[in-house]
């Protein structure tokens, strides 16, 4: 079926490594990714695609933290507040207002997704990080939406062995940006709000009418 790609590597190069690879194959105007194992209920793939076709969101991220979220109640409270931790840090220091990085559900517009993917440094699990620190950078509107968990299959995460690594890493994302590391006409385009010169025009229109 042509509706179908198999994309591959020779080696394990890591999930964001992957995931470039992978949207670089994509086509579309919705572009999903998701873990392998399909833990959430993939009912959420029509309100994904609503948002970022219907309502031209940028990106549409699934957030655990959510109240109508139902994956908080499946952990251990151990690896709750691993997760709650590792979280806390990298919206603190990184991501702001957004609660739940490394949530596995993730939809962009296919613009979007073009322009974005291929400024990726990362190839681990701290790609989740630099994917949401850059386009929060380019100001792209992202909506986060609940996710029911539907599936329990065996993570490769160990957030006590991997979150140490994935925050020191996450650090230096802020001086990829100074330095330039992200720079894309292509987001800047996307996410421009050059309102004064729309108003500038309406005044003259305005004057001359």
Request: charged content about 20%; hydrophobic content about 45%.
């Amino acid at each position: 079926d042509r509706a179908v790609r198999l994309c591959c590597h020779e080696r394990d190069q890591g999930k964001h490594a992957a995931l470039v690879t992978g949207m670089a194959c994509a086509s579309g105007k919705c572009r999903v990714f998701t873990d392998a194992d399909l833990p959430f209920d993939l009912k959420s793939l029509a309100y994904l695609h609503s948002l970022i076709v219907t309502r031209g969101i940028h990106i549409a991220v699934g957030d655990r933290t959510l109240t109508e979220s139902t994956y908080r109640d499946k952990l251990s409270l151990l690896r709750r507040a691993a997760t709650r931790g590792f979280a806390f840090c990298i919206r603190l220091l990184i991501t702001g207002g957004l609660f739940d990085t490394q949530c596995g559900l993730k939809a962009f517009r296919g613009d979007v997704a073009a322009a974005l993917f291929p400024l990726m440094t990362e190839s681990g699990f701290a790609g989740d990080v630099e994917l949401l620190y850059v386009a929060l950078k380019y100001n792209l509107e992202i909506k986060r939406i609940p996710v029911r968990f539907d599936v329990a299959g065996n993570s490769t995460v160990s957030l006590f062995r991997h979150s140490m690594p994935m925050l020191i890493r996450s650090l230096s994302f802020p001086r990829k940006w100074k330095k330039g590391v992200y720079r894309s006409p292509q987001l800047e385009a996307i996410a421009s709000q050059n309102y004064w010169s729309a108003s500038v025009a309406a005044a003259s229109a305005l004057k001359a009418a």
